[in-house]
């Protein structure tokens, strides 16, 4: 019996053990089962959630390119709508539409987050606790961050839908007054009455409202009735307007939105591309609502508002010029041709190289130049002088317009040393024609004729035209010989312009266009080339003056009194603007002086009155240390020094971006072998990268 016992209670726990273990296994089931559901449920889930980040990042894509497409589609979207007419302005106004700003940002809904629960034995795991408890907290994360962004999302939506109806609500209003005018704003163009016409031209130019997103479109108009000439200024959006994002990609490693950047050459191209196309837009859009064919020329001045860093002030500054004649213009088919291509080389305008800077051009001149230029019976014309330059150049464009050439003036910033670009029609002997304008009192030197001729090879014109207002040495008319440039002085282009209807003169009293008897000028100076130098005579010891002028930037006088190892004294032998003299005033510095564009500063030297310890003077200029300019920012610049006898020595430093500090020239004493002590001048052209600070150092100045 107790045998029996015992197998039985074996039996017993023999069965429970099976039982325990085939619960066991059948938990074990269960529990991975639910660890596949719950992964299959956070990968579904981790899917949707990557998904809907992808198409965001894929919908803000398109809408990039959408807005690059409308920036390259400026000038077809103003030529595929209708003219300018006065009776649009009665018709009914569109209906207010929101489009995309109507539609709220959907809000994330949370069940797309859940994490499907545990089940059966899993619930009772303290592991697949764990597990289950950080997926909830991470899915609780995403949907609350998820959420906050799109309420800000939808916060901006109402902000910017609010502005737009309030802009909509104000062009509403401005349509309907215009509405109620319509009438007289017809006829007022019929009286060709200055305000009235200008006041048509400003509505009919801001009357489309298809402009992109972004773009300003109200003109200011001037109306030249002599001329029969519109002159528009349009305002220009900021390079901003243009994407600086290219795209936008979801990153599944990092969970975030990545923004492809836009190739900076890519956006400068793009935004000139912008800045031709508004021009050509703003031309088209004046002639084609002057039914009556009242405007003989347009021209466009496209600006944009721009920080002066010089002063901090907000400017405008001109982006594009154009000027067309309506015959011209209305010749192109403005549906094929590339915006910038038409506007530079058919029309002749300019546009800025870099407009993003911005960096600004000069504007056309107004009016009809041959009226401008030409003068009443018995007017000798302006004085050739104190023209503006610019004036001065557009004047010289017209003369060789009218003897046959095809011209155009170019930019004042990147023209490479060309003030006027000529073509000479005639299919044997034509060509490139490359023309320099200078408005000069003194003799032209040497190296400007030489400067035409590298300026010349450079562009690839076949010939070269230098034309003054005053004259040339003989050095320069034997560089001429046998090379393809002409040169056309003061006397000769007075000549010229009366030749062919137009005025000018040579001075105030005009003696020179009248061909009377003019006193004799001044000896040219002689010109000293890098480490030349020349023997200074009995009167230059007396006194010797030494200026030097420049058309770039601004630049300061400095002078160095130095010894024979080349050092200064003391510092009261560094004179500058802040030490005015020296050497009880055997060295004087003047004051700057401004006129015809250019600055000049000068300043006096006594080499008689030199202490017996002084054997050099070093003559130097350096640019502003607080602008960072390089003395690459001095423009035609000319040292010149003369005696009281006439004799002048002139030197033109080379325009070098290394330096910011030059030593021009220097005025030394010399004593020839078994002869007598001479002093002497030589042209140098060297500096120092670190500006005043560098040149003052070398020289033994204690700078602090």
Not at 421 to 426: H, I, M, N, R, T
Request: some cysteine; glycine content about 8%.
């Amino acid at each position: 019996m107790l045998a029996e016992a015992q197998r039985q209670q074996h039996r017993r726990e023999e069965a429970q053990r099976r039982a325990d273990a085939a619960a066991q296994r059948q938990y074990e089931r269960a529990r991975r089962e639910a660890e596949r559901a719950a992964a299959q449920g956070q990968r579904e889930a981790l899917r949707a959630y990557r998904q809907s980040r992808e198409a965001d990042a894929a919908r803000r894509t398109a809408e990039l390119e959408e807005r690059v497409a409308a920036l390259r589609g400026t000038l077809a979207a103003g030529l595929r709508g209708r003219p300018f007419s006065p009776a649009d302005l009665a018709a009914p106004a569109a209906a207010f539409d929101p489009g995309q700003l109507g539609v709220p940002v959907p809000m994330p809904d949370q069940s797309w987050y859940l994490i499907p629960p545990l089940t059966g034995a899993q619930a009772f795991d303290p592991a697949a606790r764990r597990t289950w408890d950080e997926q909830a907290a991470q899915a609780r994360a995403r949907f609350e961050q998820d959420w906050y962004a799109a309420q800000a999302a939808e916060q901006e939506r109402q902000r910017r839908l609010a502005e737009y109806r309030a802009e909509f609500d104000a062009w509403l209003a401005s349509r309907q007054q215009l509405a109620a005018r319509a009438g007289q704003l017809v006829a007022g163009l019929r009286s060709e009455a200055p305000e009235a016409v200008e006041e048509y031209f400003e509505t009919a130019l801001g009357w489309r409202d298809d402009w992109p997103e972004g773009f300003p479109h109200t003109a200011e108009a001037v109306w030249d009735a002599g001329a029969r000439q519109l002159v528009v200024e349009w305002p220009l959006p900021d390079s901003s307007v243009v994407p600086a994002v290219a795209r936008h990609r979801y990153v599944k490693a990092d969970d975030r939105d990545a923004e492809v950047a836009r190739p900076a050459g890519e956006r400068r191209t793009l935004y000139r591309e912008v800045v031709a196309q508004c021009a050509l837009r703003v031309l088209a859009e004046a002639f084609r609502a002057d039914d009556g064919e009242l405007l003989s020329s347009v021209v466009v001045h496209g600006v944009v508002e721009a920080v002066d860093p010089a002063t901090g002030r907000e400017e405008s500054r001109c982006l594009v010029s154009v000027a067309a004649e309506r015959a011209g213009f209305l010749a192109l088919d403005l549906e094929r041709v590339a915006a910038v291509d038409c506007l530079v080389e058919a029309l002749d305008g300019r546009l800025s190289a870099r407009p993003d800077k911005p960096e600004a051009v000069r504007p056309h001149a107004t009016g009809s130049p041959s009226a401008a230029a030409a003068a009443p019976e018995g007017d000798e014309g302006p004085d050739l002088f104190t023209m503006d330059p610019i004036a001065f150049e557009e004047l010289i464009a017209e003369l060789f317009r009218r003897r046959g050439l095809h011209t155009r003036t170019t930019a004042r910033s990147g023209d490479e040393g060309v003030d006027v670009l000529a073509e000479d029609p005639d299919p044997i002997t034509g060509g490139r024609i490359v023309i320099q304008a200078k408005r000069y009192r003194h003799t032209v030197p040497p190296t400007a004729v030489r400067d035409l001729d590298a300026t010349m090879a450079r562009c690839g014109a076949n010939r070269g035209i230098l034309v003054t207002t005053s004259g040339f040495g003989p050095g320069s008319r034997r560089w001429v010989e046998g090379r393809p440039l002409t040169l056309v002085d003061g006397p000769m282009l007075v000549a010229l312009l009366r030749e062919h209807g137009l005025a000018g003169r040579l001075g105030p009293d005009g003696a020179a266009g009248r061909g009377t008897r003019r006193q004799a000028a001044p000896p040219a100076p002689t010109v000293l080339a890098p480490g030349q130098n020349a023997v200074l005579p009995e009167s230059a010891l007396g006194a010797l003056t030494v200026r030097f002028s420049s058309a770039g930037a601004d630049a300061d006088l400095t002078l160095l009194l130095l010894t024979a190892e080349g050092r200064v004294r003391s510092d009261g032998d560094f004179v500058f603007y802040h030490q005015r003299s020296a050497a009880g005033g055997a060295v004087q510095l003047g004051e700057k002086a401004a006129a015809d564009g250019r600055r000049t500063e000068s300043a006096v030297l006594r080499p008689a009155d030199l202490p017996a310890d002084v054997h050099r003077v070093a003559v130097s200029v350096n640019m502003d240390a607080d602008t960072a300019l390089t003395c690459a920012g001095l423009i035609d610049a000319d040292l010149l020094l003369h005696a009281a006898d006439g004799t002048a020595w002139s030197f033109r430093p080379p325009s070098d971006p290394a330096v910011s500090a030059m030593l021009v020239a220097e005025v030394y004493r010399h004593r020839p072998a078994g002869g007598a002590e001479v002093w002497k001048v030589r042209a140098v052209g060297q500096g120092w990268a670190d500006g005043l600070a560098g040149l003052a150092r070398a020289h033994g100045v204690d700078v602090g």
